[in-house]
């Protein structure tokens, strides 16, 4: 069963040159493109791994090719990424880039990493089809899908600027997750979404295991279980409220697919056990959906479900209708959520200085004032002295 999406669609395959760009092609895909400059077929491994395994930005250096055969490559080819317009550092280490397609529109990419590991936050649309009230993304309207190609090269940027192609030891890397956690609401760019992750999957170029993907929706009720049974990632859900009345309000696409649907085609998704647990995604609103009884009644829904709760101080942002609860309040929310034998961790604000976190993400096309910006610094300050956050 499919979706009806009407975003706009825009197709990246040629640069000013007109050269088509490698880099979201499926395995096949490259097979025929080389296919048609005459060269043989096990020329396509060998590319595919120059391109997804050494990360190559340039046919002169694939030195396991002959020169005629890089010459007609840089004849007919380029192997491009998106142009950085910002390239940002947070104080607490999370890195965020701005990035401008060929056609000038700009979406964000989010580096956060961790002790051992870093997942990288992963855009699928510029701008949203959904409005969901605490989200910033959700103000700024939908202008299209990202092709499979733009997706992919979220992700080569990433590890360019971080520097983590061969050489590089794999046991080193501070990317070592995807999470489908950007812009947009991936399951309604499915088909992009599932053809740049089955690259990024592929065993000869980037490698990245599906148990370290994590896609989450607000609720496309039928694409969930074609998304598990496809790709076999991980699912994460954006609940944020216990009742249809509430989540109605703040997550509209509920009103198309309520949470008796929804949960059901979770209790449905192929795959999951209590080894792969399902994660739902609880942003925590002051006065809203914080309660004790808020609490007490996720447990009952979830229940039989093999599943854990992220809990999310929410993340202000310019004009938010909302504010974030005093953080005892989330600890007794936590409480009750655990005693009942849901992991439910409390998720540490990163990046709020960079408009970074969960939530915040929005084209920087549309940028803030400077007034904007003190605002939501001052917001941030005043929060993070009295929820012990610094």
Known sequence: MGITNHAKTFAPTLDSDGKRNLIGLSYDELGEALAALGLEAFRTKQIWSWIYHHGATDFATMSTLAKPVRDKLAA??????????????????????????????????????????????????????????????????????????????????????????????AEDRRLTNIVMMGMGEPLYNYDNVAKALRIVMHGEGIAISKRKITLSTSGVVPMIHRCGEELGVNLAVSLHAVTDELRDQIVPINRKYPIRDLLKSCRDYPGSSNARRITFEYIMLKGVNDSPADARQLVKLLRGLPAKINLIPFNPWPGAPFECPDWSVIETFGDIVNAAGYASPIRTPRGRDIMAACGQLKSASLRFSAAEKAKIESIIKEKEAGQGLN
């Open 76 to 169: 007919h080819f380029v192997i491009a990424r998106p142009s950085i317009s910002q390239d940002q550092q947070s104080e607490d280490g999370t890195r965020k880039w701005l990035l401008k397609m060929t056609d000038g529109q700009e979406v964000e990419c989010v580096h956060i990493p961790e002790e051992d590991r870093g997942a990288l936050c992963v855009s699928s649309q510029v701008g949203c089809t959904l409005t969901c009230r605490f989200c910033h993304t959700g103000t700024q309207r939908l202008v299209r899908n990202l092709e499979a190609s733009e997706i992919v090269m979220q992700i080569m940027l990433a590890r360019d600027a971080l520097k983590e192609w061969p050489p590089f030891p």
